[in-house]
């Protein structure tokens, strides 16, 4: 929700594509947020993949959440 900057509280089943903040800014975002606060690299097509906020979820192996 921060990363994205989005004031609505976000669901795991919120569909990323039906936030106007999801955009490759965002992605980018959270490459970085990823790197820095999880140690964790994922890549971009990772992340473009993801459909709704469970999937970043998923990808951060439980540290979010």
């Known amino acids: 929700q921060d990363i994205l900057q989005c004031d609505d509280v976000l669901s795991e089943d919120a569909v990323l594509a039906d936030l106007e ?4 800014l965002s992605i980018m975002t959270l490459i970085a947020f990823f790197d820095k606060n999880l140690g964790r690299q994922v890549r971009f ?6 459909r709704q906020v469970r999937d970043i979820m ?4 439980g540290a979010i959440g």
Do not use: G, I, R
């Open 21 to 24: 903040e999801w955009d490759s």
């Open 58 to 61: 998923a990808l951060s192996n």
């Open 45 to 50: 097509d990772e992340l473009k993949t993801c």
